[in-house]
């Protein structure tokens, strides 16, 4: 066969199986349209752990008339004209390709949105596999926001769909946990304070709330609602700041030195507040939930220093310039690459180290000399290799 160019239409279902790889990419997607739409309640309904149909309903600005043909167009979007603009970019979403995405991947996808000019009265969109209105003469009661309802997500993939089918309560899981770390810092961080209820209606019996928020802007608050009050009880406030030094090969791009902040919470640095399990870690970047696997061993490796047996509670977001970051890695943008990433974790290292030596000396009567012994030798080891982290 001579090389020959890909029918539009399957490029597009080719690369929207890459952009929404399972269930919880999908409904982390809708979330944060929501969350940019300027959202402060956001409600995900599933229906059979999200095999019939998910749903996600906000109080969001709502959805222009003047966008309505090209909202789910494939790299149609208002957050940025050209690439550059990802250096500043802040909003959760930028490249134009969810909703065109879930067109292609679910049976049917179904729109309810009113601007605060249309309310209260809003108008039904339905879109073909390519993100095309196919109908727009609906029209049915809403306030100002955005209702998005998809009706089983992969059915034109068959195996995908299978396997969605075998491992649905695996999914649903899998999706919730996503859903958690959104609740944290970008429910608590976005907007003043986000109202966030997920829920799962079964064909038998009512729906069920799994996990829902009040939406008052504080991150205890949302610990407290997700675990309960004994979540806290072990916890303690992280808020620590501490300047890198820019690698050599960035030193051209970028200034010499980064300010980087991290808050949230993390265990008391005490035997016995720690967790058997890593289960409850949640990083994030300007607010953004990520991956971030050395940031997160270097929370372990320092935590074990004053209790060797436990991992932490860490819900720890990382403040720093958009500039000395990308997110534009992975399709469900959950990689993110960070600019001198080795010089910053350990600085990260000798600032957790200080810090935890800092509690230890106040709370335990001056016992954790090995700790200040530990932190001046990173901190030796920071100097050799040029980082200069300054706490």
Known sequence: MS??????????RLTSGQV??????????????????????????????????????????????????SVALKHYTSKLATFDDIASVRTFGFRGEALSS???????VTVLTATEDEAP???????????????????AARQRGTTVTLTKLFAPLPVRRKDLEKNAKREFG???????????????????GVRFTVSNQLDVGGRKVQLQTKGNGSIQAAVTALWGPKAMENVVTLDIAF???AERGALK??????????????????????????????????????????????????????????TPFVIADIILPTDTCDINVSPDKRTIFLHSESNLIVALKVCLAASLHSFLTSAAGGTGERVRILALNIQDQLRFFGAGARV
Do not use: W
């Not at 090389?3 to 597009?12: F, K, L």
């Not at 008391?268 to 949640?282: I, T």
């Open 3 to 12: 090389i020959q160019g890909i029918d539009a239409a399957s490029v597009h």
């Open 20 to 69: 929404v790889t399972d269930l919880q990419t999908c409904v982390k997607e809708l979330v944060e349209n929501s969350l940019d739409a300027g959202a402060t309640s956001i409600e995900v309904r599933f229906k059979q752990h999200g095999l019939g149909s998910i749903e996600v309903i906000d109080n969001g600005s709502g959805i222009a008339p003047a966008d309505y043909d």
């Open 102 to 108: 879930l067109c292609a991947l679910c049976e049917s």
């Open 121 to 139: 009265m809003g108008t039904v969109l339905e879109f073909d596999a390519r993100g095309r209105v196919k109908s727009r003469s609906g029209k």
């Open 174 to 192: 899998k999706a919730l946990g996503l859903l958690q770390a959104y609740a944290l810092v970008p429910c608590s961080k976005e907007n003043g």
């Open 243 to 245: 300047d890198v030094e």
């Open 253 to 310: 791009r970028l200034a010499p030195t980064t300010h980087v902040q991290v808050k949230g919470l993390i265990s008391k640095f005490m035997p016995g507040c720690g967790r058997q399990s890593s289960d409850r870690q949640y990083l994030f970047v300007n607010g953004r939930p990520c991956n971030l696997s050395k940031v997160q061993k270097a929370f372990n490796e320092t935590y074990r220093l004053f209790n060797a047996t436990q």
